[in-house]
T-cell receptor, first 114, second 113 residues
Framework: KQEVTQIPAALSVPEGENLVLNCSFT??????LQWFRQDPGKGLTSLLL?????REQTSGRLNASLDKSSGRSTLYIAASQPGDSATYLC?????????????FGTGTRLQVTL | NAGVTQTPKFQVLKTGQSMTLQCAQD?????MYWYRQDPGMGLRLIYY???????DKGEVPNGYNVSRLNKREFSLRLESAAPSQTSVYFC????????????FGPGTRLTVT
């Protein structure tokens, strides 16, 4: 059974700092991996989708990398801002079986302080 | 474009009551999903619909039923609510199945007393 872990569960950084969020998964047979952001009391916003054949994806200040063989993905946030404060979730989709079944991590709660 | 919308935003039920959570998307997506989110457990898939006219069970389907009313709408029904169904429910949609991003609605916060 696929398990997705995100460590740390919470992180606080000062504004302007570059930071890395980690996501690890136990089964490397994945089709793709998706990073989301969730603001308190809100739904999930898709940030980046990395297909298994890709090594990284970039969107603005965000860069996500994928190392499928080692079961790891990182989300790099450059020059953090208070508006980046949210919970960040990663989710993996299986290579075979139920295609729609995303397995989610429990998230990293990020606080960017002034 | 509203994206994915859900109603209601909040609901309190007594044990044994029934209700239907509504979800609609205006992105012409083929696939739709229902998840629940519980503290410390992440999001778990309840049911999904890969395309109009089809529905399948996810990881935690017991106690729920779904209807894919048309391409836009996908509803989740609790026939006899239980306290264990207290959760935040999210609907999501995607253009297709495996390769595509999922887009989420704002959620319904349900409390069963």
């Amino acid at each position: 059974k696929q398990e997705v872990t995100q460590i740390p569960a919470a992180l606080s950084v000062p504004e302007g700092e570059n930071l890395v969020l980690n996501c690890s998964f136990t089964d490397s047979a994945i089709y793709n991996l998706q990073w989301f952001r969730q603001d308190p009391g809100k739904g999930l916003t898709s940030l980046l989708l990395i297909q298994s054949s890709q090594r990284e994806q970039t969107s603005g200040r965000l860069n996500a990398s994928l190392d499928k063989s080692s079961g790891r993905s990182t989300l790099y946030i450059a020059a953090s801002q208070p508006g980046d404060s949210a919970t960040y979730l990663c989710a993996v989709r299986p290579l075979t079986g139920t295609a729609s079944k995303l397995t989610f991590g429990t998230g990293t709660r990020l606080q960017v302080t002034l | 474009n509203a994206g994915v919308t859900q109603t209601p935003k909040f609901q309190v039920l007594k044990t044994g009551q029934s209700m239907t959570l509504q979800c609609a998307q205006d992105m012409n997506h083929n696939s739709m999903y229902w998840y629940r989110q519980d503290p410390g457990m992440g999001l778990r898939l309840i049911y999904y619909s890969a395309s109009e006219g089809t529905t399948d069970k996810g990881e935690v389907p017991n106690g729920y039923n779904v209807s894919r009313l048309n391409k836009r709408e996908f509803s989740l029904r609790l026939e006899s609510a239980a306290p264990s169904q207290t959760s935040v429910y999210f609907c999501a949609s995607s253009e297709g199945d495996r390769a595509y991003e999922q887009y989420f609605g704002p959620g319904t916060r349900l409390t069963v007393t």
